[in-house]
């Protein structure tokens, strides 16, 4: 078996050189390596094996109206008694080997498009119009247009080839001919009478009008297929087809369909008639109908249309928006009403106490500087980024924060970076920081469940190290003659080395050899620290190893770690995605782009340690189901993933982030309120740094209304369009059994809620608040103000947003206070719980020299403070309005009020103070 993979490796290194043959036995090592060769076989062999079709159809396509042509041109010439000489035949052949060759090469590209088409799995629903399965468009259409282009491609090279070859082989007859008909008045009679095949030898036209009728039979045919593109249009009103498409596209593509394949009809006839003008005339029909009915559409839809739209086009934006919804996984949202109680209550904070412990105050942008600072231990170590995750404690459900300590050897000091360091010794990442996501020290640090070298807490890795993760870009070479550094301790280092299964076994000098071409790299086979039982680590960076797998997959960009079993392992979520789902709107985002069908299929689990890749199939949907007949062996079924794992997934963002962007609009299911776009939402926005950014969807555990216990969530709240009150809140739920389910809160119409930039503004605003955080910042400090996050308990609703401190110079963020509101108050704490009793106790914080003196509010101040809040906001509704008049006396009434406050509160004071 061995010796016949070995031919089979020489013979492909025989026809495409040396370079390519290395790829390909360095990718068949490590797909064996990691247990997926039926996965690299099954996209190897159908990249040769679509080398053969597309080499022969070209081939003979070509070879045979060359061979045509040059039986045409022998036989032209003896009818002159005109010498021949074929001496170019062998070098046409070599060129139309070559090229031939070439275009297979250009054909096997397209093996996915073929294996799609073989393996395609129907959708069950059809589309409104031609009602054909999605299948058809996802799977089978762009088959469709691969072959008639292929088709089209080889047609128009055969009708250039054959007119140069033509014009090159009766040049002496050609001119011969140019000169018996030299006369002016005689030309104008040939044409006249369709005798211009006395120009243009007869075998010559038969030949040229058999290329050209095949060239209109798929002219005709691609406009029957632009038939179904209208459907796939993202232009007009209306993604897919609108009334102008379906009333004048359509039937235009049908008589353009007809009249290209009568067109080619002329032409075949042409080969007995043998007369120029009939094919001329045809074409020339053609191309006017093609011109005019490019036009019309344009026109129809300007004067019949465009007057009564709504009308006319309502039909198709009701296809448009349930096609859009279903192809998002946005229909089967469950909504429900939220009816917010403004005043968040003692009672509801104490029956709630499992939500409130998990309100997270880290912001992760923040928290990964203080990781870095606090937990970096050395300079070689570093956190990509910090991610959010929840495990079950004796206490119970609880979130935390957690990073993984990876390796940047890039850091080393430049004396210290040779290839004997950097690839043999400096190998891998070392242990794992977590803090809960609602506690801090009280110096403003997080408290750590798990921290240091080796990582201790409460937390149990038995194995910490990471070979595997979200910056290991590099090669490495493990178990070789030279110690691995494992971690520092107490100003020695502690050596190890690998006893795992991953890697590539270097157990040949020809492995070594044939690595060091590949990395070029002469140290693996002259290295005397690399022996037969060292490994070779590649494709460490685990997105770039599920992707090098799993290339038709779309994978997210926040990997995260879990614990499980005393391992660290990584999970990532992947997405089917598609261009071709009828009616739906196309999606243009940072992380996905001209999509218009997604689903999150697919979670990727890779063990840090020995780079293990499992892919467990999450849906059961026609686009996984399909590469799952391609590649019977790369996917499982969820249920074989460990419990333990499956504790840990999530929603992820990257989706949920595609799916409210276009929830904006698509919430909307009435096609007039959508056509007018008289509900339209939109994300949030938040400040940070001193930059409003959009508000990001968040992880938080909570329970949901009706919805029984607590559970881990992902969530975004919504404004109206233009507005900053708070419209409705969205929770896609992680935990199964209900998995992956969207709730869609609704919030009174009728009724002030504050939407996050309101809060922010009223941060601002609050004296006290403003007073502080202007102090903090003059003092050689940095005031970060994290996340804003909304918290639905109960029937109301929590806003929180944690403030960091940090030095201008070393960035090193403390979390000095936290700020909450319930809408109607805002106050600020030393830490969450302080800040949650203030909230509900009336109690504001007076700052003097960072200490806190607590002081009661008087009712009527609070009163006062209330009406003034609510006149407020009246005033800026009328101002966005443009009601001036309304705006001006509602601000006269605020600052009336404030000035009664002012004196409530003068009085309280004297009354302490006494």
Known sequence: MKDIRIVFFLIVAFFFGIGPFVGIYTDYLWFDMIGYTSVFTTILQWKIITIIPGF?????????????????????????????????????????????????????????????????????????ILMNDIGFYVFQLPFIHMIRGVLMTLTVIAIIMTVILYAVRLQSVLRLDAIEIDNTEESYFLYQTGSLKDIVPERVLVHLSA???????????????????????????????????????????????????????????????????????????????????SMVPGLYQQFKVEPTEIQLEEQYLEYNINYTRTAFGLSDIEESPFEANTDLTAEELENNTHITDNIRIWDRRALEQTYKQLQQIRTYYTFNDVDTDRYIMDEGYQQYMISARELDTMQLAPEARTWVNERLVYTHGFGIVMNPVSTKTDDGRPEFVLQ????????????????????????????????????????????????????????????????????????????????????????????????????????????????????????????????????????????????????????????????????????DEPVINTYSKIFPDLFKPFSEMPEGLQEHIRYPKDFFKVQMDLYENYHMKDAETFYNKEDAWEIPREVYRGTSIEMEPYYMITKLPDDGGLEYVLLQPFTPRNRENMIAWIAARCDEPNYGELKHYELPKGELIYGPTQIESRIDQDPDISEQLTLWGQT????????????????????????????????????????????????????????LQMLVEGRISVVEDDTEQETGVPETAKELAQQALDHYDRAQEYLADGDWAGYGEEMDKVEEILDQLSQVLEEAELSISG
Do not use: C
């Not at 590949?518 to 494709?539: A, P, Q, T």
């Not at 997959?553 to 926040?558: A, K, P």
């Not at 392992?569 to 261009?579: H, K, P, Q």
């Open 211 to 293: 290329l050209l009728a095949f060239m209109f039979v798929l002219i005709a045919f691609g406009f029957f297929l632009d038939r179904y593109d209208i459907l796939l249009s993202q232009q007009g009103v209306v993604a897919g087809a609108g009334y102008t498409d379906v009333h004048v596209r359509l039937p235009l593509f049908n008589i353009l369909t007809a009249l290209s394949f009568l067109a080619s009809i002329a032409l075949i006839a042409n080969i007995k008639l043998k007369n120029v003008n009939i094919p001329m005339a045809s074409i020339f029909l053609v191309l006017l109908f093609m011109v005019t009915s």
């Open 56 to 128: 022969l159809l070209a081939f003979i396509f070509l070879y045979f109206n060359a061979k045509h042509a040059g039986n045409t041109v022998k036989k032209i010439l003896e009818d002159k008694n005109i010498a021949y000489s074929n001496t170019d035949s062998t070098a046409i052949l070599i060129l139309i080997g070559a090229f031939s060759l070439l275009f297979g090469l250009g054909f096997s590209t397209s093996w996915r498009t073929i294996l799609l088409y073989l393996n395609s799995t129907a959708f069950g629903i059809d589309d409104p």
């Open 780 to 835: 050689g400090s940095r005031v970060i103000r994290g996340n804003l996050l909304v918290v639905p308990i109960g029937n109301s609703i929590l806003y929180t947003e944690p403030i960091f401190i940090s030095a201008e110079e070393s960035e090193i963020p403390e979390l000095r206070r936290v700020v909450v509101s319930s809408g109607q108050k805002v106050v600020m704490g030393e830490d969450l719980h302080e800040s």
């Open 452 to 619: 240091d070298i080796p990582p201790t807490g409460e937390f149990t890795v038995d194995n910490p190290r990471i070979y595997y993760g979200e910056i290991t870009t590099d090669y490495k070479i493990a178990d070789t003659g030279k110690e691995e550094f494992d971690y520092p301790k107490e100003g020695q280092n502690v050596f190890t080395q690998y006893d795992g299964k991953s890697g590539i076994l270097l157990d040949s000098f020809v492995k070594r050899l044939i690595y060091a071409y590949s990395f070029g790299e002469s140290n693996f086979i002259l290295s005397e620290y690399v022996d037969d039982s060292s490994r070779l680590m590649y494709h460490r960076q685990i997105v770039d190893r599920a992707q090098t797998i799993a290339p038709f997959l779309e994978y997210d960009s926040d990997p995260y770690p879990v614990i499980y079993e005393g391992k660290v392992y990584w999970m990532i979520d992947a997405y089917t995605t598609a261009d071709k789902y009828p009616y739906s709107e196309s999606y243009y985002g940072e992380k996905f782009y001209d999509i218009n069908y997604i689903r999150n299929s697919v979670k990727v689990v890779v063990d840090a340690y020995d780079g293990t890749v499992d892919f467990y199939v999450m849906e």
